[in-house]
């Protein structure tokens, strides 16, 4: 996969088994994927401007001034449609973990569908952290990306977990859950 910026042409793929490392930009700078060119987007940029940085929170912002981050980042839109097309309810708890742990990996046919479906997993693996296990809250990096951070000081890039999930199925989501709660 090729990311077309400003003329120039970078890698996105920085993995041997060429899934994106994370699918976080800093900058919203004109951009095509693999030459394509859409066209739609170039007519909203121009409505709403060109963003340079998007920010889940600064470190003197006020709480409040871009919601909840966590809730942001809880979302996870398409693990969640691929886990009720299964029959899974994902409520945030360990036991919906293990239940994900059990889903077929029918997003692996998928090419394009795999890298955004680890992303998710990996949030959603963050999520049910910060909501059970005492201490523990997203990080942003100063590249952007989230991370996870325990009471303990260790910090865990859930979004590579969730990539490494999603492409061979190790670690299993609830085993890095029991690993984590057992800090």
């Known amino acids: 996969m090729k990311l077309e910026r400003h003329g120039v042409v970078?890698?996105?793929?920085?993995?041997?088994?060429?899934?994106?490392?994370a699918l976080w930009c800093r900058e919203a700078?004109?951009?095509?994927?693999?030459?394509?060119?859409?066209?739609?987007?170039?007519?909203w940029r121009k409505r709403h401007g060109d963003g340079r940085a998007?920010?889940?929170?600064?470190?003197?912002?006020?709480?409040?001034?871009?919601?909840?981050?966590?809730?942001?980042l809880a979302e996870c839109e398409l693990l969640r449609a691929r886990a009720w097309a299964a029959g899974i309810e994902l409520d945030d708890t360990p036991g919906s973990l293990v239940a994900l742990d059990q889903?077929?990996?029918?997003?692996?046919?998928?090419?394009?569908?795999?890298?955004?479906?680890?992303n998710d997993a990996g949030l959603y693996l963050g999520t049910v952290?910060?909501?059970?296990?005492?201490?523990?809250?997203?990080?942003?990096?100063?590249?952007?990306g989230p991370v996870l951070r325990l009471a303990s000081g260790r910090e865990l890039d859930v979004v590579v977990i969730g990539l490494d999930w999603a492409v061979t199925g190790a670690p299993e989501l609830s085993q890095v859950y029991a690993e984590v709660h057992s800090f």
Do not use: C, Q
Not at 10 to 21: E, H, I, S, Y
Not at 54 to 72: K, S, T
Not at 131 to 144: D, L, M, N, Q, Y
């Open 10 to 21: 970078v890698k996105a793929n920085n993995r041997p088994d060429g899934v994106p490392r």
């Open 129 to 144: 952290i910060i909501r059970t296990v005492p201490g523990a809250g997203w990080r942003v990096r100063p590249s952007g």
């Open 103 to 118: 889903l077929l990996p029918r997003w692996r046919d998928d090419p394009e569908e795999l890298p955004w479906l680890g």
């Open 29 to 43: 700078a004109p951009a095509r994927l693999s030459g394509m060119n859409i066209p739609f987007l170039g007519n």
């Open 54 to 72: 998007v920010a889940v929170r600064g470190p003197e912002e006020d709480e409040d001034a871009f919601g909840d981050p966590a809730g942001l």
